[in-house]
């Protein structure tokens, strides 16, 4: 049994001590935890975290802890490719932390990648983790994911408090109903970037005095672990709140050392006059589809797009993942065919791209080495409606191409229809065996 413990972190002071992150506008913060799981994944109680994950992090070094944070937080203005401004402030919230690190120092790797957990089904969605813990796990980097939105925490189908009250009930983005929207949620992600600064430094750097409840050492969510740091990631609906993160937050916040957005469809471009790297992954999906072919912007040395021929908004490999927190935590059944037009979830393995910016990312933030430009995918017209430029098998031509890809045996594209998400899925169909036997003759299919 976890012993809970609560400290208030004045994190206002980190402008002090660190210009690269100076955090002026973000309010301070408690955090809370971390918070007992009194049952097993799946039991009825609910009282673990929500999609805890299935990966057996235990025999990996890696460990799985949630926290509460809370505290008041600011309202911003968020105008289009500008700076915003504090509107108002002092709004209380309560929310929600889940961290996956490795347990020893000595298996970090420095960086936390830090996810606005995507809330475009009624529910905190990980997806980023999802697609990618192999190679997180494999590589030393701890996640966190944040519950920054009212959709995840409130809503009355699959919000946090109505699939748990017990564990969750006391959670509140909303002012109680006050401020419905998500205006909050901005300030509540900075604030998480700031718990996992580590609190402890804040009571040593300033000789505040030891014992005296408040000004102890701070709760650490990443365990003591030695940050250099934060990346803020998202998906989808996620990566069009980070767009507006950087744009008009980050240059007030400071408490990021750089973005990662994928399959956004926000139609914004990124400001490339702030002093922070940004990588933006583009599926064939989120540009035939999702309005990204007229949003096309050329690689600096602050920004970096790769766009990946055959990849799906949501592909195979991501679908078969969820599906298991799927229906252990939310009861949904997803082997019911959805209907598309086309035989759904392209195979191209979108996530091995994502890794490599991981990394990447890594390198041009801490070397200034930077990432390699890559080629757009080929468009016959820029839309709309866009049109990929596509071989006789119907596979898009340029952009990254990945081996499943470059070396076919099916037609995988990011373009679908049909009722429900299957716009999201893209397609796939095998190639028969007279054209497998043309194109690799002696294969054994």
Known sequence: MHRLTRVCIWFVWLAVCSAAHPAASVPNLTVTGPIPANAKPGDPSHDYPFFATTVPLAEKGYIEEEFY????????STPAGATGAIIDTGHPYRSRMIVRRPISPDGFNGTVLMEWLNVTGRYDFDGLWIASSEHLIRRGYAWVGVSAQPAGIH??????????PGRYGTLDVTENGRVADSSLAFDIFSQAAQAIRRPDDIASRFDRPRGRRGWETGIDPLGGLPVKYVFAIG???????????????????????????????????????????????????????????????PDSDR??????????HLDFHEAQELAPLQVR??????????????????????????????DHMVRWVAQNIA?????????MTAGPPVVVAR?????????IRLPQHAVPIATNTGVNSGPGSCRLYGSFQPFDAPTIEALYPGYDV
């Open 235 to 297: 998906v989808s609906q996620s990566a069009n709140a980070l767009v507006i993160y950087h744009n008009s937050i980050h240059p007030m916040a400071g408490v990021v050392d750089g973005f990662i957005m994928v399959g956004t469809s926000s139609p914004a471009l990124l400001r490339t006059d702030l002093d922070v790297k940004v990588f933006k992954l583009v599926s064939e999906t989120d540009l035939a589809m999702f309005g990204q072919a007229a949003n096309r912007q």
């Open 329 to 358: 935590d939310l009861g949904i059944d997803p082997s019911t065919p959805p209907g598309c037009d086309l035989p759904p979830f392209s195979r191209i393995p979108g996530y091995y791209g994502l890794n490599a910016a991981y």
């Open 69 to 76: 944070f809370e505290g008041t937080a600011n309202r911003y």
């Open 371 to 379: 990432p390699p430009s890559a080629p757009e995918i080929a468009l």
């Open 155 to 164: 809503d009355p189908t699959s919000g946090l408090k109505v699939w748990s």
């Open 391 to 399: 071989d006789a098998h119907g596979n898009a031509l340029g952009g």
């Open 303 to 312: 920004f970096r797009r790769w766009e990946a021929a055959g990849v799906a």
